[in-house]
C-alpha cells in the first residue's frame, strides 16, 4: 500500500497529513479555511485517495499560508508515497465540465515542477476564501510533489464552479497517472530508468 504521513511545521502553519493513494476516497479534512476543506475533501473523493489533512495557521492575518503550505505538505506526501514511482503510469488528464465550466487538465509525475496555470476566475473572492490563493495551492503542489501540472479553464464563469472543477479535474488526472499500470508494474516509466 503506498502510505505516508507528512508533518510540515513553520512560524506560520502547522500541518500534519496522511494520505493513501490506493484508499476508497475518504476524506477527514481541518485546515481553518472552509472553503479549502470543501475542495480538498472533493480532490480526495474524486481522486479516490485517503486524506486527512490538519492544519493550525495564521488565519487571523489571512488564508495565505494555510493554502500554500498545504499544497506544499500535500505535494511532499504524494512524492513520498510514490518513491521511485516504479510501475506508475505517469500521466493523467481530464476533461470536466462542471455546469457551465468546462476545466482540463493534464499532469505528469516527471520529476520536474511546472504549473501551467489557465484558471480565469472572474471574482477576488468565493465566500471569504481568496480565489487568488488556488494558484498558490497548486504552486506548493507541483513544487513538491515534483509533476508538470496544466490546467486550463475552456469556459465558465462563475468562480465556485471554475475552482470546484479545477480541483475535481486535477484529482482524476492524478487517479489516472498513479495508477499502476499492469504491462510495466516493475518499471520506472522514462527510458532514462529514473524519474
Do not use: W
Not at 476533461?95 to 520536474?112: H, K, N, T
Not at 486550463?152 to 489516472?176: D, P, T, Y
Amino acid at each position: 500500500m503506498r502510505t505516508c504521513e507528512i508533518e510540515r511545521s513553520t512560524k506560520e502553519t502547522e500541518i500534519k497529513i496522511t494520505l493513501n493513494v490506493d484508499g476508497k476516497g475518504r476524506a477527514d479534512i481541518s485546515t481553518g479555511v472552509g472553503f479549502l476543506d470543501h475542495m480538498l475533501t472533493l480532490f480526495a473523493s474524486h481522486g479516490r485517495f485517503d486524506l486527512t489533512v490538519r492544519c493550525k495557521g495564521d488565519t487571523y492575518v489571512d488564508d495565505h499560508h494555510s493554502a500554500e503550505d498545504i499544497g506544499i505538505a500535500l505535494g511532499t506526501a504524494f512524492a513520498k508515497c510514490l518513491g521511485d514511482k516504479r510501475g506508475i503510469v505517469r500521466y493523467g488528464s481530464m476533461i470536466l465540465p462542471m455546469d457551465e465550466a468546462l476545466i482540463m487538465s493534464a499532469v505528469d509525475f516527471s520529476g520536474r515542477a511546472y504549473l501551467g496555470y489557465g484558471l480565469s476566475i472572474p471574482t477576488e473572492k468565493v465566500g471569504t476564501f481568496d480565489t487568488e490563493l488556488v494558484e498558490e495551492f497548486f504552486l506548493g503542489f507541483v513544487r513538491n510533489a515534483g509533476v508538470t501540472l496544466h490546467i486550463k479553464q475552456l469556459e465558465g464563469s462563475n468562480s465556485h464552479h471554475i475552482i470546484e472543477g479545477a480541483f475535481k479535474s486535477v484529482a482524476r488526472s492524478i487517479r489516472q497517472a498513479v495508477s499502476i499500470d499492469p504491462l510495466f508494474a516493475d518499471e520506472i516509466p522514462s527510458t532514462k530508468g529514473a524519474l
